[in-house]
């Protein structure tokens, strides 16, 4: 029996967050509306209620925490030197061994890439794969959420707008 009221609690949340139209059930002779909190389904109602996380967005916050395995190397400010890698400021749209005052290994000078959001992601994916010959001594992040994390902080950080306000 509790099973059976569990399924069926599930499929009207369910069929709330899909726009269906709850309707009122009976339960011990008292008439319990799911659409509206109250008496006997403050529970549900939160469930309803409850925003859905959107996991396509990137958690900025954990990009930051992945970014101390490329802050030993890179740099993002503007002016900021270059370390053992280039400085990333303003990267995005940026050719691929562009960045003065830094020596490129051939085969990325010789790449022709552009830095967009596709070619950053399988860089940071596995930069020896992607670019055979590259001097870049980090394996790579290949768990997807993580990469696009810490892209996201990185783009949010490099922006001409963002360092142009510091």
Not at 74 to 83: D, F, R, Y
Not at 84 to 91: A, M
Not at 94 to 112: H, I, P, Q, T, V
Not at 126 to 145: A, T, Y
């Amino acid at each position: 029996m509790r099973t059976k009221t569990l399924f069926i609690y599930t499929l009207i949340a369910i069929s709330g967050l899909v726009g269906c139209e709850a309707k009122p059930t009976k339960k011990n002779s008292e008439t319990v509306d799911l659409a509206s909190p109250g008496k006997g389904n403050d529970a549900m109602a939160k469930i309803i209620a409850a925003p859905v996380p959107d996991t396509n967005e990137p958690d900025l916050a954990n990009g930051r925490r992945q970014f101390t395995k490329c802050k030993v190397c890179h740099t993002l400010k503007k002016g900021e030197s270059h370390k053992v890698g280039p400085n990333l400021y303003h990267i995005l749209g940026r050719k691929a061994a562009s960045m003065e005052g830094f020596r490129y290994s051939k085969a990325l000078a010789d790449s022709g890439l552009m830095w967009n959001e596709g070619t950053l992601d399988q860089w940071v994916k596995n930069p020896h794969q992607f670019v055979p010959g590259s001097r870049m001594s980090f394996l790579g992040i290949r768990d997807d959420k993580a990469r696009k994390d810490v892209l996201a902080y990185v783009l949010k950080e490099t922006t001409m707008e963002k360092a142009e306000k510091n």
